[in-house]
């Protein structure tokens, strides 16, 4: 089972070793999708989990008692795709590569790259892209 969380650290937690001690003590694999975190400052991490549901809900157990913010990515990006130019403008700023042209010079999503950073939202002239909310864990 696969679950995407945002994990927000407070500065103190950022000098911890919470993501190794997550991967070795609950035996789940950790994909970091994305990472804003700096000595001193906290920051933020979009990660995706898998294992076990038992394990899953015991990660979140143990990262909320440590202290970390724990929201479920329920966000998705939504395309209304039928408005589309494909003009390529999302495509500059969509680092995972979710979004690009084919050789038809077609824009192409594809949503098991997207992190839901929503860059594109804002990259899009004609704002066909749409980001959900996220939900406390």
């Given at each position: ?42 920051g ?79 990259a ?14």
């Amino acid at each position: 089972m696969k679950r995407r969380y945002a994990l927000r650290f407070s500065p103190t937690l950022v000098e911890q070793p919470i993501v190794s001690k997550l991967a070795r003590s609950y035996d789940v694999d950790i994909n970091i999708l994305n990472a804003d975190v700096a000595s001193g400052r906290g920051g933020k991490l979009i990660v995706e989990l898998c294992g076990t549901e038992q394990n899953l809900d015991a990660s979140v157990v143990y990262l909320s008692e440590m202290g970390v913010i724990v929201s479920e990515m329920v966000k998705e990006l939504l395309f209304r795709e039928d408005g589309c130019i494909h003009c390529g403008a999302c495509t500059a700023v969509c680092s995972p590569r979710a979004l690009w042209l084919n050789a038809e010079a077609k824009l192409v999503f594809d949503v098991s790259l997207c992190v839901v950073c929503g860059l594109c939202t804002q990259a899009c002239p004609l704002r066909l892209f749409e980001v959900s909310h996220e939900r406390e864990a």
